[in-house]
């Protein structure tokens, strides 16, 4: 059974540009949540869709933004890049409930230059 | 709202030697508690999570952790420890509420292993 797969793995960009990161969950998951990692907040929850709704979302600005496929796939989009936004973008499926497994995928490594 | 706290943002032990790895929740409703693996360059494994059923939560890897609601504690240990073990392990909260919270997670502890 395939994992939850992020493309692309590397990215640089530049200020004021925007990206677009893509996420397939695994097979059957309809929950699919994305997190940012850095060095100096750590891990933290920007948003997550489940059914192509967003149930929840983050302490982040309007410029961090997703949404969700009917196949379950996932894209988030970030506009008007800042170098803060360096960081490891994580997602994660899962079959939706609040005791199920969330398995993460290995992430994308987004450079803001 | 909930919170994690790890203690110990590096622990260092010996090879052979027992692993604890300490994690505090605060959670207004019960919660779900998982313990996850992050290995340089990857993305994270769970090890375990607690979900209302047994207190001790066994896992991958020979991990394990105990649920203490008195002390809102969730620490995990391992016997033995192993070179392989070397890596970042991240304690995480969610609320009983539904699907759709998010994992709050700890700041992480870096597990070194001294040969």
């Known amino acids: 059974k395939a994992g939850v797969t992020q493309t692309p793995r590397y990215l640089i960009k530049t200020r004021g540009q925007q990206v677009t990161l893509s996420c397939s969950p695994i097979?059957?998951?309809?929950?699919v949540s994305w997190y940012q990692q850095t060095p100096g907040q750590g891990l933290q929850f920007l948003f997550e869709?489940?059914?192509?709704?967003?149930?929840n979302k983050g302490n982040f600005p309007g410029r961090f933004s997703g949404r969700q496929f009917s196949n379950s796939r996932s894209e988030m989009n970030v506009s008007t890049l800042e170098l803060g936004d360096s960081a490891l973008y994580l997602c994660?499926?899962?079959?939706?409930?609040?005791?199920?497994?969330?398995?993460f995928g290995e992430g994308s490594w987004l450079t803001v230059v | 709202a909930q919170s994690v706290t790890q203690l110990g943002s590096h622990v260092s032990v010996s090879e052979g030697a027992l692993v604890l790895l300490r994690c505090n929740y605060s959670s207004s409703v019960p919660p779900y508690l998982f313990w996850y693996v992050q290995y340089p360059n990857q993305g994270l494994q769970l090890l375990l999570k607690y979900t209302s059923a047994a207190t001790l939560v066994k896992g991958i890897n020979g991990f394990e952790a105990e649920f203490k609601k008195s002390e809102t504690s969730f620490h995990l240990t391992k016997p033995s420890a192993h070179m392989s073990d070397a890596a970042e392990y991240f304690c995480a909260v969610r609320g009983s509420g539904g699907g759709a919270d998010g994992l709050t997670f700890g700041k992480g502890t870096h597990l070194i292993i001294q040969p």
């Open positions: 869709y489940f059914s192509e709704t967003q149930r």
């Open positions: 994660a499926s899962s079959l939706g409930d609040g005791g199920n497994t969330i398995y």
């Open positions: 097979s059957g998951h309809r929950s």
